[in-house]
């Protein structure tokens, strides 16, 4: 392997492994606990969705797609819609395993909006 090749192997790795556990680390260490529901969270699916759709879009123009498992040419639309509801899927499970975190951790700082408060505040 060439120095080229080396190099963007170690872009391709740190962008897609590294950089997402040193984001969840520091999500997990520094960030305060927030209150998240899942209705929140479906908005999370918004930009990979839109991402999706350009790709096969852009795929279909030019007959050039990204990534391997949504090479329709290759692997035709049902093998692609299948392994793009797969996607969606894993989306949604690292959704759910976050919504478990922060919900458990014990930061609560920021007070739960959905949650009335105990207080009796002095209206005037």
Same mark, same amino acid.
């Given at each position: 392997?060439?120095?080229? /090749? ?40 918004? &930009?990979? $969705? ?15 797609? $990204? &990534? ?8 035709? &639309?049902?093998?692609v819609l299948l ?5 969606? /899927? ?35």
């Open positions: 392997m060439d120095a080229f /090749g080396l190099s963007c192997a170690l872009v391709n790795e740190t962008l897609h492994s590294v950089v997402p556990a040193l984001a969840v680390l520091y999500w997990v260490l520094f960030v305060p606990r927030f209150h998240l529901s899942l209705r929140h969270c479906v908005f999370w699916l918004v &930009y990979p $969705l839109c991402y999706l759709f350009a790709t096969l879009w852009r795929g279909s123009a030019s007959d050039f797609y $990204l &990534y391997w498992f949504i090479n329709v040419s290759e692997l035709g &639309y049902e093998r392994n793009s509801m797969m996607l969606v /899927g894993g989306f949604l499970v690292l959704m759910s395993v976050f919504l478990v975190i922060n919900h458990r951790r014990e930061d609560l700082r920021v007070p739960d909006p959905d949650v009335e408060s105990d207080d009796v505040s002095d209206a005037g």
